[in-house]
């Protein structure tokens, strides 16, 4: 068998990098579909399922935003805005279960 050698230094580095890296702008997309859910008051998780109307629509209205402000283009700003959408509706079938 071969004898690996580990560096205790090189380690973190590589543990660090090896971590996936966060959307820019995916806590400002995770608010603004936060306060579409509270301003339509249109739930993303009710009845038991997810709505995915619901679902979409506020993330479209949140990537228009986020396309603005950051100047990427709409499939990245959609990318970005659809991951926070389903993260705050998997949160309401979450926090309806409890």
């Known amino acids: 068998m071969p004898h690996r050698t580990?560096?205790?230094n090189t380690l973190p580095r590589s543990l660090h990098d090896s971590r996936p890296a966060v959307a820019p702008g995916l806590l400002s997309a995770k608010a603004r579909i936060d306060m579409?859910?509270?301003?339509?008051?249109r739930p993303l998780f009710a009845a038991?399922?997810?709505d995915?109307?619901?679902i979409m629509s506020a993330a479209a209205s949140a990537a228009r935003a986020h396309q603005e402000r950051f100047g990427c283009t709409w499939a990245e700003?959609?990318?970005v805005c659809l991951t926070?959408?389903?993260r705050a509706a998997k949160m309401a079938?979450?926090?309806a279960a409890h």
Do not use: I, K, L, Y
């Open 77 to 79: 700003a959609m990318s």
């Open 84 to 86: 926070a959408a389903w």
């Open 52 to 54: 995915r109307g619901a």
């Open 93 to 95: 079938r979450h926090m």
């Open 36 to 41: 579409t859910v509270r301003t339509t008051r």
């Open 48 to 50: 038991g399922q997810f």
């Open 6 to 8: 580990v560096s205790w």
